[in-house]
């Protein structure tokens, strides 16, 4: 298991881990997990198969394009919905499972690219409401946790799902979590029953999203302590909805709010880690581990003054990810910078996110 300890000084600050402790992360085995409790039943009683993955090779160009297409469709869907004081439709759900799908399929054949799209600020997601917004992220940091807990495609589509619509409540609570100041306590309460609201918005789709769905839904805002708006405490609240939860505590924090500025990855894992009876420890893990404490698509400056963009993640090393300098020392864009993975390096570490 990773020593959190090694990861975080008293400041915050990353530590560069020793290389006989690199060898050690790397030798450690990827446990499967046990059997969850997510009930794998068909998703809509139209009995509408979901596609398998593709498994052609897709050019890079071409994925990236697809990807950034899906994402900004996926934000134009999340804001007529979260807009839309009806009902949502039967059609806006097709839509949306296929949103999700898209998603399964790009996670399975490119890993962590998709998780780009969630920091990278780009025209899609620039001025977008951030309630609209965490909806789509939600959805896919979800659904890169479900897959390393290895989870089928049937779980990953009913996960993806779940997270989509687990929020869509908050619109409710638009007034009170605008302002541009804190909310108070018993405000804070009242919003934190946005996932049952969720529920209740969505019961005249019950039919088509299934039980298993809709129970997820429902659960995202349970604690582990049993601290949530229904009580439930422990392995009563679905590992789905445990990962829901999570990781809409995760990108809440890294992504501005009107009252406050967003937090840098790694300060965000340090909350949800001083707040351990919050949250499984074995979910956060994962978290620490897939996502990374400085996700794909976010720059850090380097021990050598560099400033680089993470590509990817060293799944048992999350403080080495891979990355590619983009300004020199002297804050000069380079024209064909290097690629470094940082797990070989041991003289470059990572200081700080930027």
């Known amino acids: 298991m990773i020593d959190f300890s090694n990861i975080f000084d008293n400041s915050g600050q990353n530590k560069k881990p020793p290389q006989e402790k690199r060898r050690e992360e790397q030798l450690l085995q990827k446990k499967t997990p046990p059997e969850d409790q997510i009930d794998i039943s068909k998703l809509f009683v139209n009995d509408k198969n979901i596609p398998s993955p593709r498994t052609s090779p897709v050019q890079r160009e071409n994925v990236i394009c697809e990807m950034r297409s899906v994402y900004a469709d996926a934000i134009v869907l999340a804001k007529k919905i979260f807009d839309n004081s009806a009902d949502m439709t039967a059609d806006e759900l097709e839509n949306i499972l296929a949103f999700v799908q898209a998603i399964v399929n790009i996670v399975q054949a490119q890993g962590q690219d998709m998780v780009g799209c969630v920091f990278q600020q780009t025209g899609a997601s620039e001025q977008v409401n951030p309630y609209v917004l965490k909806?789509?992220?939600?959805?896919?940091?979800?659904?890169?946790?479900?897959?390393?807990?290895?989870?089928?495609?049937?779980?990953?589509?009913?996960?993806?799902?779940?997270?989509?619509?687990?929020?869509?409540?908050?619109?409710?609570?638009?007034?009170?979590?605008?302002?541009?100041?804190?909310?108070?306590?018993?405000?804070?309460?009242?919003?934190?029953?946005?996932?049952?609201?969720?529920?209740?918005?969505?019961?005249?789709?019950?039919?088509?999203?299934?039980?298993?769905?809709?129970?997820?839904?429902?659960?995202?805002?349970?604690?582990?302590?049993?601290?949530?708006?229904?009580?439930?405490?422990?392995?009563?609240?679905?590992?789905?909805?445990q990962i829901i939860g999570l990781v809409d505590t995760y990108e809440a924090l890294t992504h501005a709010r009107p009252y406050r500025k967003k937090y840098a990855p790694v300060d965000a894992l340090k909350i949800i880690l001083n707040d351990k009876d919050t949250f499984n420890p074995k979910l956060t893990k994962i978290l620490l581990e897939r996502i990374g404490i400085y996700p794909k698509g976010t720059f850090v400056e380097l021990s050598t003054k560099e400033t680089a963009q993470v590509l990817r993640q060293n799944i048992k090393m999350p403080s080495s990810p891979i990355v590619k300098i983009i300004y020199d020392a002297g804050g000069k864009k380079v024209d064909e910078g290097r690629e470094i993975n940082l797990a070989h390096e041991s003289e470059t570490y990572i200081v700080k996110s930027v």
Not at 138 to 155: A, R
Not at 189 to 205: C, G, M, Q, T, Y
């Open 135 to 241: 909806l789509v992220n939600v959805c896919i940091l979800s659904i890169e946790i479900g897959m390393e807990l290895n989870y089928t495609d049937i779980q990953l589509v009913q996960l993806g799902v779940a997270a989509f619509l687990h929020d869509i409540g908050l619109k409710k609570y638009i007034d009170i979590i605008s302002q541009p100041k804190k909310i108070g306590l018993k405000e804070k309460k009242e919003v934190e029953r946005a996932a049952i609201i969720s529920k209740e918005i969505l019961k005249n789709l019950k039919d088509k999203l299934g039980n298993a769905i809709m129970d997820i839904i429902e659960q995202s805002g349970e604690k582990m302590n049993g601290s949530g708006p229904r009580g439930l405490k422990g392995d009563a609240i679905s590992q789905a909805a």
